[in-house]
């Protein structure tokens, strides 16, 4: 079947790279040194990890030297819940968490409401009954409906009982301002290919003060918190994207508009279709819909011949035929779940895009309608 080209909106999976990044990236390929080695081709490589590590710093205004480079969020995310968890008599997340997050939690989950918010007061509740101190996990941003978490009560709560928190802001970035000071949050993760930088590199970002036991052993990089040769290019990758957030942010607007015409059609075309988050407060490039009666599969591969990318929820879960756990937690139905597709824009997306999208989707509202 002929369709136009490539209608990428699926930027809460990868981001395509940002210019500037690759530009970067390809000035710096031949900077092969190894950056722990003292001679002058090591200084040069330390030396452009270093500048990308302050940028990334004053992206989320965090000191420089409390940032830990790692391969991605996933494994931000398990070295902060390793790291932290040390001394912790509970580890407690939110019900709405990534997987890399929930992993290293047992069943202790901090219940969200119907709009997928946590609820502080059970918060507040598990940690004034339960062992302690505990360890906290609360996402900034939910990577498959965009709503954004109350992390400075959250930080607020956890400093009340002694508690240490951490914040995976992997989806936040780029999207949203991001002050780690602000937040109050004893650490926070971040992924560079969700804003525009290369896959393989994220970090894990402390606060001073903060003791963070090594989950990688066997080498003294990263300050002895994580063994291993740095993902140079990836690296410079990273701190580019981090120098171009700002232009990042001034853009949300328009993409926000672009959701905002997109759900209007929507809700227009299709009032069977019942759009997450509609009314608190979401990152402006995501969408999370459900269409009773065509599955997330069925949604998703028929986008696709119609060249038109979009997910069934996190690229992390794809293959699974399990509802989305996030749905769940918020009350939705498991069979209405099933049915959600995930919808995000991003720095180049463009109003023909929105189009494309709705030509392709609408159709399979109206057969379900029928």
Known sequence: MAHDPLCY???????????????????????????????????????????????????????????????????????????????CAAVLASAIEHPS???????????????????LAD?????????SPALIAVMLANNETGIVQPVA??????????????CDAVQAAGKIPIDMRALGVDSLSLSAHKFGGLK???????????????????????????????????????????????????????????RADMERFVSHSAPQARIFGKDVERLGNTMCVVLPGVSSETQVMRLDLAGVAVSAGSACSSGKIAPSHVLLAMGVDPAEAKSAIRVSLGWDTKPEDVMQFLKAWLPLASSAAA
């Open 123 to 131: 918060l507040e509740r598990q940690l004034s009954t339960g062992p």
């Open 101 to 119: 997050v929930l992993a290293h939690v047992g069943e202790n989950r901090i219940a969200v409401d119907h709009n997928g918010i946590i609820d």
């Open 200 to 258: 393989g590199a994220g970090a894990l970002v402390i606060r001073a003060g903060v003791d963070l036991a090594a989950d990688m052993l066997g080498g003294g990089q990263e300050r002895r918190r994580r063994a291993g040769t740095e993902n140079v290019p990836g690296i410079v990758g990273f701190g580019a994207a981090a120098r171009a957030v700002t232009k990042l942010l001034a853009n949300m607007p328009r993409i926000e508009g672009l």
């Open 9 to 87: 909106l699926d930027y809460n999976a990868t981001a395509p790279v940002l210019p500037e990044v690759l530009s970067a990236v390809t000035a710096d390929i031949a900077c092969f040194g190894n950056p722990s080695s003292v001679h002058a081709a090591g200084r040069r490589a330390r030396a452009v990890v270093e500048d990308a590590r302050e940028a990334i710093a004053a992206m989320v205004n965090a000191s420089v030297q409390h940032v830990v480079f790692t391969s991605g969020g996933t494994e931000a995310n398990a070295l902060a819940m390793r790291g932290l968890a040390g001394g």
């Open 153 to 166: 009560q959250a930080a607020e709560l956890a400093r009340k009982y002694g508690a240490r928190i951490h």
